[in-house]
C-alpha cells in the first residue's frame, strides 16, 4: 500500500515552525517512515507544477505554516487546500496571524516606506520600490502582489485542524501527526492542543496568591525576575491565563513570562480582550487617576495582548472580503 | 454624512443606569433612537469581548454605563468596569479606533436628564465620527 | 438530523395607548409575521392586567412555547410578572423575555418611523437571546435564626435582650474583658442627667442571667463565613487564667504587685495585673494580665492564688477557638474619642491638667479615678474651666466631619463642675454649636442661665493652649486671652479600633469617615451593604445613647421580622457558575468577586462558586480568562445574541 502523501509548506513564517518539524529529532525518522514527503521547500526540491499536476485530494495531510500576506501564498494555500485530504494550520501564524500579523496594526505604504526609503541602513537613491509588475531590458517581471492586511490561514481557505504555538511543541507535533495516521481525529475545526488555560500545567501557579494585585505593571526588564513566583504575582504580564496550555509553559520555564502564542481556549472568542477584562479587575487603585498610573506601565497594550493573536482577534478579524482580496 | 444614523450601544446596569433609562422614559425625555441599550446586572459584568464583539458587528460608538462610584448594587463592579475601560480605550486606539467612540459614564437610576444627555452626547460625538469601517488593518479601516 | 425550530411566541402590548401611540404594532406584528420566526404573534392591550395575564397564561398553554417575547415595559416593572405567569403553567421563567419598547421606545423617541425600526431590532435582539434560554431553579434553604451580636455596649446589650426576648438564642461577643462599652463609663447622661450605671447596671445583669444569651467577652472575630440566613463565624476568646467560680471579690488586687495604668479610667488611675474592668462588671470574674504577670514572665509570684479564696486561679487555661452558626450579625462596635495628642497648639499630653472630654468624664465619676472629686493635679479644686469644642474635628488631619454630639457633651461639663464647685467659671470656646431639638437645645439655654460662658472663636486651628505658672493660657482668633486652671478638649468620634479589619472580614462597606455604611442612608440606616449583617450603636456613625439604643433595636426588628425559625429563604437565581472542565485553576476570580463567593478547591486545582453566597453580578465571569465562568441568564452567549440582534436588526 501507498504511503500517505504529506507536504509541508511555508507562508509569511520566520521559519522556527519548520525548525520545530526538524525538533521531533529521531521520531522524524518515524514519520518518514511511515510518510511520502512530496513537498517541503525548506529541506528539499520540489516543484509546484508538480503538485498542479497531481490529482485533487491525492496529498493525505497539508502542514502549512505562516500567515497569509502575498497573492503568491494564497494561490500556494488554495493549491494545497484542493491537493490534500486534510489541512493542518501548523504554528501561530497559520492559526491566529501571528507576529507578521502586528504589521495590521500599521499599513503597507508605512511597512514598504520604511523598508525601502527610510530606514537608516538603506540606500535606495532612485527611490525603487517593489512592484507587481516592472518591464526591465524590454522583458515584464513580475513580483506577487503583497496584501494590505495579514491574514491567518483560515481566512483564505477552509482549514481542518490547529496545531497552535510559536513554534509547536514536538510533542504536540508529534501527536497529531500519529493522530492523523492512525485516523484518531477529533471533530473537524479542533485545536490541537488541551482546551484549558496555561495555569493548569504552570508550576508557578501554586505561588500565585488568591488575592493577587497588580501595584504597578512592570516589564521583564525592570525587575529581577524572581524564578518561582507567578508573573502576575511580580506585577509583570503573563499572558498564561488567557493562554491555552500545552507548550508545557517552556517560556515560564525559561524564567520569562508567556507571551500568548497558543491562542485563547474555546470558550473565549478574543484572547486580548480576555486578558483585558481578566487584568482590569486586579489592577489596584479605585480613583480613575490611580487607575491611569497604573495603566501608564502598559506600554503597548495591543502588542501585549495581542502579540500572535492580531488575525484572530474581533477587531483585527471584522473584514469580510479576505477570501476575495 | 449629514444622513449618517450611527448605531450605537449602551451596556446599562440593572440597578443605575438601566433605571436611570426606565425614569428617562418616565419622564417621556426624548433621545437619540441611534442608542439601543443592553441589560446586565451589573457594569462589572461587562466582557471587553462585548466591546469588541458590538464594533466588529457594526456599532459605530459603545458606552458602558454604571452605578456612580460607591453606589454599585455589587459593591465595586462598577471600579472594575472603569478599570477593564481605561485598558481597553488604550488598546483600541491601536487599532485604530478613536477612543470617543467608546464612552463609560455613571448615571443614577433617578438621573434621568443626565442619561439623556449623555446619550444624546454620545450620539452627536459618533456623528461626527461617522462610520466605523474596519478592515482588520488600522489604515484602511477605523478611525 | 433535523433540529426543529424553536417555537417562540410574541406578544405586543398596547399599554393602553402608552405604546401603541408612538409605535404601529400592527406594522410591527406584520414584520414579525413575515420573518416566519415566530409560532405565534399578536398585539394585546394590557397584558399586565389580571385579563390580560389570564389571555396570555391561556396562550402559553395552548401554543406551548419555547420562548416567550413580551414587547412591553421595561423589565424592571413586569419581567416578574410574566414569568411568574409562566412558571404557573409550566414554562421555565428563563424563556421569558421582556423587549423595552415603553421606556426604550415609545416614550423617548420622536420619529415614529424610527420607533418602529429600533421596535424591531429589539424584539430580534430578544428573539435571538430568548432562544438560547436555559432553564432557571428557584433554591431555598431553612434560615438559621440565631443571631450574633458584636460589641457589648449599651448598643449590643440592648439588641441582646430583644433578640432574646423573641425567643432567639444570642451570641454576644465583646472584645474587652466585661460587658460595658463607652456608657458605662460616664456618670450621667444628659439632658436629664440620668445615672448611666443605674441605666446599664439592670440590663447587665438581664443579659447575664438570660439562658439564651451566651456573653463572650475577651473574645475576638477571626472570620466569618457564609451568608444571611446562615453565617459561621470563628471567635476566639481569650484565656482569662481565672475561672468563673470568681465573683470579683478583689481580694487579689492588694497582694499582686504589678501596677498598671487603668484603661478603664484611661489611663488616669491605676490597676493590678490581676484585675476587673469596674466592680459589678459583667462578667464578675478578674483576669490575668499575662503580657505584665511576673508568673508568666519569670514564674516568680503567685500571690493571688494563695488569695483567692474561691481557688479561681488557673494559669493552665487556654485560648478557645469556637465556631458559631447564626442567622445575622448585629454589628455594635461602637466609636473611640480622637486622638488631640497630635496637635501641638492644644497642649493635651503636655500640659497638666489638660484632659479630653472622656477622661473629663472619668474625673467626673463617682468611680472615677479621684473618686467622683473633680480635682487639678495638685489636689485642689479648679477656679475655672475652659472646654474647647471641636478639638482636632473639622479639619483634614484630623476628624474632618462634625460627629454632632460633643457639643453636647462639652455643654454638660459646666453642669459636672457646678454641682462640685458651684463658684467655679466655667467657659466654652465654640466656632460651630450643635444642639439640634428641644429637649438638646434647652439643655444648652439651661447651661447659660447657670452660667457657662459661650464664647466664639473665629478659626478653632488659631487656638493656642499655654502653660504659664499654675495657670492654662488660651488665645485663638476672636476672643482675648482667657486663663483657666483646668481645659477640656471636646474630642470627636472616630471608628472604633479594629473596624477597618472587621468590615474586611464581614466583607462589608465602610463610608468615607470609616464608619459602617448604611445599606440605605434614609431607608435603612441599620443594615449593612450586606444582607443579613446589620449595624446598631455608633458603629452605624456617632450619635447618642437614645439613637445607639433605638437602631440596635430597629436592627434586631429587622432581624426577627425575616429570620422565623422555620422560614425557607430564596438564594438569588442569577448566579455565577464555573464549568469545572473548562477552569483552568488560575484563581484569578477569586479576588474578583466581592462577596467572597469563590473558593480555591485544592484537590481538583479548579475554582468553585458557593453559589448560595453568589449575588450574581457576573464579574467572575467577565474575569475569567478562559471563558470557564457563566453567569446563569446572562451568558456570552445571550449577550453576543442581543448585540447582533441589535445591530443587525
Redesign the interface.
Known sequence: MAKPKVAFYWCASCGGCEEAVVDLAEKILDVVAAVDIILWPVALDFKYKGIKAMEDGSIAVSFINGAIRTEEQKEMAKLLRKKSGLVVAFGSCSSLGGIPALA???????IFDRSYLNSPTVVNPDGVVPKTRSIVDGYELTLPEFF??V?KLDDVIDVDYYLPGCPPTPELIANAVNAILEAKLPPKGAILSP??????SCDR?ES?P????IAEIKRVIDIELDPEKCF?AQGIICM???TR?GCGASCINGNMPCTGCFG???????Q????????????E??E?EA??KV?EG?V????T?YRYGL?A???????K??KDE | MDNFEPKIVAFTCNWCSYAGADKAGMMKLKYSDDVKLIRVMCSGRIDPQFVMDAFREGADGVMILGCHPGDCHYRTGNVKALKRYKLLRKTLVQFGINDKRLKLDWVAAGEAELFQQVVNEMAETVKELGPLHLTGNVEQGGK | MTVEKPKIALFLCECSTNISNFIDLPAVADWAESTEDFCFVEVSNLLCSPDGKKYFAEILMKHKPDGIIVAACSPKLHEKTFQDVAEEVGINMSRVQMANIREDVSWVTKDKTKANEKAKAMIKAALRRVILAENLEKVTMEVISDILIIGGGIAGIEAAIIASKAGRKVYLIEKDISLGGSVIKIEEVAPNMECAPCLLAPRLSEVRDDPNITVLTNSEITDVLGFYGNFLVKVRKKARYVEETCIGCEACFDVCPVTLKNEFHLGLGNRKAIYTLFPGSVPAAAVIDKEHCKHFIDNSCDACVSACPFGSINFNEKDEELEINVGAIVIATGTKSGDVSKFDELGYGKIDNVYTLPEFERIACSNGPSGSKILLKNGEKPSSVAVIHCAGSLREDGIPYCSGICCFGASKVGELVRKQIPEAKVLNIYNDLVFVGPKINAFYRKQIEEGTRFIKCYDLKTIQVKEKGDKITIEGEGFSQIEADMVVLSTGLEPASGTKELADLLNIDLRKDGFFKADHALLNQTGSTLEGIYIAGCSAGPCNVATSVTRARSAVGDIISKLIPGREIELEILTSVIDEEKCGGCKLCISVCPYKAIIFDDEKNISIVTEAICRGCGTCVASCPSGAAKAKHFTDDQIYAEIGGLLYG
Open positions: 495590521n496594526l500599521t499599513s503597507k505604504k508605512k494590505e492586511t491574514y482546551d484549558k488555560s496555561l495555569c493548569k501557579n500565585k488568591e488575592d493577587v494585585a502576575l498564561g491565563p488567557a496550555d485563547p481556549t474555546d470558550s473565549c472568542k478574543d486580548g480582550a480576555k486578558m483585558i477584562g481578566t487584568l482590569g479587575a486586579i489592577l487603585g479605585e480613575e487607575i491611569d495603566i502598559l503597548d497594550p495591543a502588542g495582548f488575525s482577534s474581533m477587531l483585527g478579524s471584522a473584514r472580503e479576505a
